[in-house]
């Protein structure tokens, strides 16, 4: 029983915080209050259809919280985003109970411990429609619980939650119109 703990308090261990980072970046000297309208930038980002369209309301409601208003000509800001996911392999090497003894007397595994892990990623760029410069980028990252699965529908609503947190985030400390 001894080592069934001892090899789940490894595992355990070696599991990546999943917390949400979010990394704002202003354009110095730009005044975001001044801003009032937005529009989607053209074309929208290919992908998960579900996903885009959940990214698309969750910035909208954002944008309406701060005071700005979609409109379809003459619009201040244009608004774009990306998302990506990335694969990579965590690599754990657990450390024996009693390093004196070698792995097979103190039943711990000699090996390293391997897992797959995905991280997603939301860009949302926000640029003065008259200049075309980025006026305000925000860039959200979080290892997921699973990677894609190639299901459409279930991958979206896994990651739902995270999107929506990470677009409030986002846009928490985003200024609203004088």
Not at 58 to 84: C, H, R, S
Request: glycine fraction near 6%.
């Amino acid at each position: 029983m001894k080592k069934l703990i001892m090899c789940m308090v490894l595992v355990i261990g070696a599991v990546p915080a999943t917390a949400q980072s979010v990394k704002i970046t202003p354009e110095p000297g730009v005044d975001l209050a001044r801003y009032k309208t937005y529009a989607w930038a053209q074309p929208i980002p290919l992908g998960n259809p579900i996903v885009v369209q959940t990214v698309i309301e969750a910035i909208d409601q954002a944008m309406a919280a701060k005071g700005l208003k979609m409109v379809e000509n003459a619009p201040e800001l244009t608004i774009a985003f990306w998302t990506a996911t990335e694969s990579d392999l965590h690599i754990a090497y657990p450390t024996h109970a009693n390093p004196s003894l070698p792995s097979l007397a103190n039943a711990m595994p000699a090996g390293s411990l391997t897992w797959p892990v995905t991280k997603g990623t939301l860009v949302v760029n926000l640029a003065d429609a008259a200049t075309k410069s980025t006026v305000w980028r925000a860039t959200a990252s979080q290892v997921l619980e699973q990677g894609p699965t190639g299901n459409a529908d279930k991958d979206a609503k896994r990651i739902e939650k995270p999107l929506r947190k990470a677009v409030q985030k986002m846009f928490k400390k985003f200024p609203g119109p004088k």
